[in-house]
């Protein structure tokens, strides 16, 4: 049900998509592997944001460095929750050594992320690459003798060469 969905939601996503035996084969290709490009985007996405989540914490190191208070917060909170508010908006200098080992642990972290980003891909090309090359060999088994024919001497192993390199 959910295939037949994604399917569906998949001719919206790419107006040029056709019904064509190409576009069956990347669709299937694609459907049969989700779960390894689901992790390479996940883990993509996830790096992607570490990375802004440390910048943003070196910042507030450097502010507290400085002697300033790490945030201003609105009236209305500081009104609502004043411990919080005293906690945040004090000399941020006690803070320094924890903003920078949030931003080293934060970067580690981005790190592993990014390995099991190029972990995925690269497994993601060894599983697909196969299955390609079998699709195309498969279809050029199809042929009959007289479609084969119409090609030129070595015309069918070069795209099946293309296909698998």
Not at 84 to 90: G, P, R
Not at 100 to 119: D, E, K, P, T
Not at 131 to 144: A, D, E, N, P, Y
Request: hydrophobic content about 50%.
């Amino acid at each position: 049900m959910i295939n037949l969905w994604l399917k569906h939601q998949f001719k919206y996503l790419f107006p040029g998509y056709t019904n064509s035996p190409a576009h069956q084969i990347i669709l299937h290709t694609i459907f049969r592997n989700r779960g390894l490009i689901l992790v390479s985007f996940i883990s993509d996405i996830m790096s992607a944001l570490l990375e802004g989540f440390t910048l943003g914490a070196l910042f507030l190191a450097l502010r507290a460095m400085g002697g300033e208070s790490l945030l201003t917060l609105p009236q209305w909170v500081a009104e609502f929750q004043p411990g919080i508010a005293n906690l945040v908006q004090q000399d941020g200098r006690g803070m320094l050594i924890p903003l920078i080992g949030l931003a080293v642990f934060m970067q580690i972290l981005r790190s592993a992320l990014s390995y099991l980003n190029l972990v995925s891909v690269g497994y993601l090309s060894a599983r697909v690459q196969p299955q390609m090359t079998h699709r195309v060999f498969g279809q050029i088994l199809s042929f009959s003798i007289p479609c084969a024919s119409r090609y030129k001497l070595g015309d069918l192993t070069s795209y099946v060469g293309g296909a698998a390199g």
